[in-house]
């Protein structure tokens, strides 16, 4: 089992910066990959980044490709999400999540833990 409890969400300016942090229990967490998804008002929920489980491997939707950076810390047992020049559009509850599989998967359903997410919202 692995529980996931995200934190650092908050309101922000467009073009600012947020850092989210995810903090995971369990004795294996450095095996699974973790991913960041948001969802939006009124949309579904959406892949956002995601990591292997030795930090040497990442992968971005196209949204957010050279805004934000997804690393790890197996030491500490937390995945975070930095988010730079930060849109609107952003705006969302972000979750973290953690996937028993060693490739990176951006489909929700290859996740098995799921985080109770953080609201980010970005002011215009």
């Known amino acids: 089992q692995v529980q996931l409890v995200e934190s650092g969400g908050g309101l922000v300016q467009a073009g600012g910066s947020l850092t989210l942090s995810c903090a995971a229990s369990g004795r294996t967490f450095s095996s699974y990959i973790m991913g960041w998804f948001r969802q939006a008002p009124g949309k579904e929920r959406e892949f956002v980044a995601a990591v292997k489980w030795r930090g040497d491997s990442t992968y971005y939707a196209d949204s957010v490709k050279g805004r934000f950076t997804i690393s790890r810390d197996n030491a500490k047992n937390t995945v975070y999400l930095q988010m730079n020049n930060l849109k609107p559009e952003d705006t969302a509850v972000y979750y973290c999540?953690?996937?028993?599989?060693?490739?990176?998967?951006?489909?929700?359903?290859?996740?098995?833990?799921w985080g109770q997410g953080t609201q980010v919202t970005v002011s215009s």
């Open positions: 999540a953690a996937g028993r599989r060693t490739g990176i998967s951006i489909r929700q359903r290859e996740y098995d833990y």
